[in-house]
């Protein structure tokens, strides 16, 4: 599971000075979507690979105020995470397990509980999502920011030792907001993963992820198409 997340956590979801919701990127790292500016009412987000396989669809919905009220996932297995929201809580099931999920008074996500595993999250003074851990494992991710509250190094470490690093360069265009490549280092080799997308009004409806080698060689493509609807 923790290896699975990496990716996702730098996926295109730091988008810089456009106007969001308070907690809305922190919840497009931990759900893994694109974090959409201005009052968001749903979300609707799909990958697909590049023969159009089904890889991964998740439709999260919001208050008025920002705050996550339902969340449902599909990942490439059939696995389903679906939660919805009562006061300080989202309850639902993940994976065929009971999920317990708990929000602080900023509706921040803090704590995650199923029956077989614990994961706490931390937050750095600026309100971002600073740390990712469990109480039964050394394993923990470690989020960095720029100045403008962009992420930009993910590292994964196991006590001292860094299992793995990526690090984020955003596209000098602050209207793409969602644009951004990713150097991935593990096990003494790394690769790059570039996410270019397309906009209507600023915000990304459409986006290509192409991964390639050290070498700069092909070897993976994916893309995913964005719906959103506002109050």
Same mark, same amino acid.
């Given at each position: 599971?923790?290896?699975?997340?990496?990716?996702?956590?730098?996926?295109?979801?730091?988008?810089?000075?456009?106007?969001?919701?308070?907690?809305?990127?922190?919840?497009?790292?931990?759900?893994?979507?694109?974090?959409?500016?201005?009052?968001?009412?749903?979300?609707? /987000?799909?990958?697909?690979?590049?023969?159009? !396989? =089904?890889?991964?669809? *998740? $439709? %999260? &919905?919001?208050?008025? +105020? @920002?705050? #996550?009220?339902?969340?449902?996932?599909?990942?490439?297995?059939?696995?389903?995470?679906?939660?919805?929201?009562?006061?300080?809580?989202?309850?639902?099931?993940?994976?065929?397990?009971?999920?317990?999920?708990?929000?602080?008074? /900023?509706?921040?996500?803090?704590?995650?509980? !199923? =029956?077989?595993?614990? *994961? $706490? %999250? &931390?937050?750095?003074? +600026? @309100?971002? #999502?600073?740390?990712?851990?469990?109480?039964?494992?050394?394993?923990?991710?470690?989020?960095?920011?720029?100045?403008?509250?962009?992420?930009?190094?993910?590292?994964?470490?196991?006590?001292?030792?860094?299992?793995?690093?990526?690090?984020?360069?955003?596209?000098?265009?602050?209207?793409?907001?969602?644009? *951004?490549?990713?150097?991935?280092?593990?096990?003494?080799?790394?690769?790059?993963?570039?996410?270019?997308?397309?906009?209507?009004?600023?915000?990304?409806?459409?986006?290509?992820?192409?991964?390639?080698?050290?070498?700069?060689?092909?070897?993976?493509?994916?893309?995913?198409?964005?719906?959103?609807?506002?109050?």
């Amino acid at each position: 599971m923790v290896m699975v997340m990496a990716m996702a956590l730098l996926s295109g979801c730091d988008n810089k000075s456009a106007d969001f919701s308070p907690q809305m990127k922190n919840y497009a790292y931990l759900y893994q979507f694109e974090a959409i500016p201005g009052n968001v009412k749903s979300t609707h /987000q799909r990958l697909f690979s590049a023969d159009g !396989t =089904p890889l991964f669809d *998740v $439709d %999260i &919905a919001f208050d008025q +105020q @920002g705050c #996550v009220t339902h969340v449902k996932s599909i990942d490439k297995a059939g696995e389903i995470t679906e939660v919805t929201r009562s006061g300080e809580q989202l309850t639902g099931t993940e994976n065929g397990q009971d999920v317990v999920v708990t929000l602080n008074k /900023q509706c921040a996500v803090i704590k995650k509980v !199923t =029956p077989t595993m614990a *994961v $706490d %999250i &931390a937050y750095n003074a +600026q @309100g971002w #999502v600073d740390q990712i851990s469990s109480p039964a494992s050394d394993v923990k991710f470690h989020l960095t920011y720029n100045k403008a509250g962009d992420m930009t190094l993910l590292s994964i470490m196991k006590g001292d030792e860094t299992l793995s690093r990526a690090s984020a360069v955003h596209d000098a265009d602050v209207k793409k907001i969602s644009d *951004v490549i990713t150097t991935v280092q593990r096990n003494n080799q790394s690769k790059t993963v570039s996410t270019h997308c397309k906009y209507k009004n600023d915000v990304p409806y459409y986006c290509d992820t192409l991964t390639t080698d050290a070498d700069g060689k092909l070897i993976d493509k994916q893309y995913g198409t964005i719906e959103v609807t506002y109050y």
